[in-house]
């Protein structure tokens, strides 16, 4: 079975959905494909957040009591027969089944609001878009015209990470400036026989990180290393003092994450 045939029916294994002959094909590609596997995680991992949030997730407070106090609402009782049933009147008075109802929603409803992602996993999106050719970049004559021309962007505020990846037959040949909630990021294209590679610079800290973030502490270099990946895309990110880097490719993770550890400057706090 083939990656993208394994890739439609990742959704239906995490949500139990496959049985028989079908699902053994799927689960045996899966443990031999660690690209369809990370992505089979992330399904799993996703839908356990979502569960849990659903289950914590409450109406607010000062509206649960705005509802419950409202006489609109909740009239007082005047008993004049026999003791109804509980449920009875609910579904005789409207306003009263409306409001349960908000208050049955609102976390569902909450839940369902569209989510902007997290700045890292936003740099693998803009990678993979860089990629196909759907973002525009500045084309630079060498590596020090681009760092120049990214620099000015952001006023001298900061610098992009200033790697040399010829040693993995890449080099830099373009640059952008990206912005993601407000904050301005300086994105380095790296591109040769080796393939393709983004850098992105900004001003952050290690919560930039995704929470499933794999973490690696490098002892020598005394940072920590954070690696995730988004189907085939994969990503490492670290700090050197008030700057974020986020190496972001298709290279297997590994490698990727050698690479990281190899560049990056020792930190001495």
């Known amino acids: 079975m083939l990656c993208k045939e394994v890739e439609e029916l990742v959704t239906a294994l995490s949500d139990n959905e496959l049985a028989g002959p079908e699902r053994i094909v799927v689960e045996r590609h899966l443990a031999d494909c660690p690209d ?13 957040v979502i569960r849990r949030a659903a289950a914590e997730m409450k109406a607010p407070l000062e509206l649960r009591e705005k509802i419950l106090n409202d006489r609109r609402v909740f009239p007082p009782r005047v008993v004049t027969g026999p003791e109804p049933r509980p449920w009875a009147s609910v579904f005789t008075r409207p306003a009263l089944a409306l409001a349960l109802l908000v208050l049955v929603l ?14 890292a996993l936003a740099a693998i999106e803009t990678h993979d878009k860089i990629t196909r050719g759907e973002v525009t970049v500045i084309r630079g004559d060498s590596p020090e015209a681009i760092k120049e021309i990214l ?9 992009p990470m200033g790697y040399d990846l010829s040693m993995m037959n890449l080099k830099p040949v373009a640059g952008t400036v990206q912005t993601f909630d407000g904050r301005r990021v300086l994105v380095a294209l790296y591109q040769g026989d ?26 020598d270099k005394n940072m920590t290393f954070y690696s995730y990946s988004v189907g085939r895309t994969n990503a490492v990110l670290h700090r050197e003092g008030g700057l974020i880097c986020i190496l972001v490719s298709a290279m297997p993770m590994p490698d990727l994450l ?8 020792p930190s001495h706090s």
Not at 203 to 219: I, K, L
């Open 106 to 119: 609102l976390p569902v409803i909450y839940l369902m609001r569209p989510q902007s992602p997290s700045l």
């Open 36 to 48: 369809c596997r990370s992505l089979y995680q992330q399904q799993v991992a996703l839908k356990q």
């Open 194 to 219: 080796g393939g393709s590679l983004t850098c992105y610079t900004l001003v952050g800290t290690e919560r930039d990180a995704p929470p499933r973030a794999q973490a690696f502490f490098d002892a």
């Open 258 to 265: 050698a690479l990281a550890r190899s560049k990056a400057a």
């Open 151 to 159: 620099v000015r962007s952001v006023a001298g505020e900061f610098a």
